[in-house]
Nanobody, 123 residues
């Protein structure tokens, strides 16, 4: 499985941004997908997850109600729609795939990772 993340950028507080993660090598419905982020100088943290098959989503408390994870099986792509962005959302965002789990919220549950995409929220 190979993952290609894109869509990061520099935005102002309150703006919206959508990240994309293109999946190759495995049908999207057969992997659990996750989004993580790593703020500068801090540990990687879980952001959102989309279950294998796309029936279930899960979010960290810090993004719940603002971020939405979704998948497009026709494009084999997962999205992270981010609304009402805050300075504390500034980080490198990574998508990840779990080929043997329904859904995961921990980094160790994912066995494939894409390259990161930088999101910077300016105040």
């Amino acid at each position: 499985v190979q993952l290609q993340a894109s869509g990061g950028g520099l935005v102002q507080v309150g703006a919206s941004l959508t990240l994309s993660c293109s999946v190759s090598g495995r049908t999207l419905g057969r992997v659990g997908m996750g989004w993580f982020r790593r703020p500068l100088g801090k540990a990687r943290e879980f952001v959102a997850a989309l279950s294998m098959g796309g029936s279930t989503t899960y979010y960290s408390d810090s993004v719940k109600g603002r971020f939405t994870v979704s998948g497009d099986t026709a494009k084999n792509t997962v999205y992270l729609q981010m609304n009402n962005l805050r300075p504390e959302d500034t980080a490198v965002y990574y998508c990840a795939a779990a080929t043997d789990r329904f859904l995961g919220t921990e980094g160790y549950e994912y066995n494939e990772w894409g390259q990161g995409t930088q999101v910077t929220v300016s105040s």
